[in-house]
């Protein structure tokens, strides 16, 4: 993703409610656990009775496959307690055509989204089953999840602000590169490249640990946030049983930012084998990375 002088100066960060309300209703449909939050719980998987639910579900690839670009807005310049409903009404002003096409290029879909592609009620009934999906197993905990996701967004801004723009795209996750002129994303065996105008940068909760990415002339990158792995407080014991000893180890040790080096004399480890944890605890969203002058620094996620 090559980013010219002029996107780079249009770089944002936001949070996309309605990428959390996909992942959640994804968890469900496909009967997973989250890695984090657990069981998406009885209310979400009553909110599938509802037909125009079920219509949004079957637009839902697998984990790993894309989702539709008109259920998935970048994010849009508005107050944080208008995102949700602005995202609705982008939603919700799709073309038929365009909503055509985009079912028309789906690996895999339902004769029941078909139907209503046909009957050109696709698009209006996939945003009443967005709110009603997002009413009875979203709006509850909203308030929490955003405030996490902006706790995230707030560090992010803190590596803009100290250490600069391309330090915070070097950052956001050990699948994101910033060569100085491209972001690199490791997504698959494919390669495309792509010049975007603007970019939207946005951590994700719900489908973490997975990065998303949407190539268009408004791309947008949805990285795992960080800090949502281990609570603060959380039990040492349980958390040992989680991530190994070692690794817990290192993670109570990151209060304060430290290098490879010190980390391994202070526990007695070479500095490769610090080196290969810290990499799992960063990609896991647990750990951030930051680059002072020649040190590389580890700490734990939400703590600054």
């Known amino acids: 993703m090559h980013l010219d002088s002029a996107a780079l100066a249009r770089v944002r960060l936001a949070v996309s409610p309605v990428c959390e309300a996909l992942a959640w209703l994804q968890v469900t449909v496909y009967g997973r656990t989250h890695p984090i939050f657990g069981d998406p719980g009885a209310a979400a998987r009553f909110a599938l009775k509802d037909r125009d639910v079920r219509l949004v579900a079957g637009t839902l690839p697998t984990p790993t496959g894309n989702l539709l670009d008109l259920l998935t807005p970048t994010p849009p310049s508005a107050a944080p307690e208008r995102l949700w409903e602005t995202q609705l009404e982008q939603v919700a002003a799709t073309a038929p055509e365009q909503a055509a096409a985009q ?15 046909e009957s050109g009620t696709f698009v209006a009934r996939v945003t009443s089953g967005l709110v009603r999906f997002w009413s009875a197993a979203m709006a509850d905990s909203w308030s929490g999840l955003r405030e996490r996701l902006h706790a995230d967004l707030s560090a992010k801004a803190q590596v803009m602000a100290t250490s600069g723009l391309g330090s915070m795209l070097g950052s956001l996750n050990s699948r994101l590169d ?8 490791q997504k698959s065996d494919m390669e495309v490249e792509t010049h975007p105008a603007n970019l939207v940068l946005v951590p994700s909760a719900l489908s973490w640990p997975v990065c998303l990415v949407q190539l268009a002339d408004d791309a947008a990158v949805y990285f795992p946030a960080n800090g ?15 991530l190994g000893p070692t690794r817990a180890a290192l993670l109570r040790d990151l209060e304060v930012p430290r290098t ?12 490769g084998t610090v080196s290969y944890h810290l990499s799992v605890l960063h990609d896991n969203g647990l750990v951030t990375r930051t680059r002072d002058k020649r040190a590389v620094l580890y700490q734990r996620a939400g703590h600054s």
């Open 103 to 117: 079912v028309a290029a789906m690996s895999r879909t339902t004769p029941e989204v078909l139907d209503a592609v």
């Open 260 to 271: 490879t080096t010190e980390l391994g004399r202070r526990h007695g480890l070479a500095v």
């Open 178 to 185: 910033w060569d100085g002129a491209a972001l690199r994303i």
């Open 228 to 242: 949502l792995g281990v609570p603060r407080g959380g039990d040492p014991a349980a958390v040992a049983r989680l």
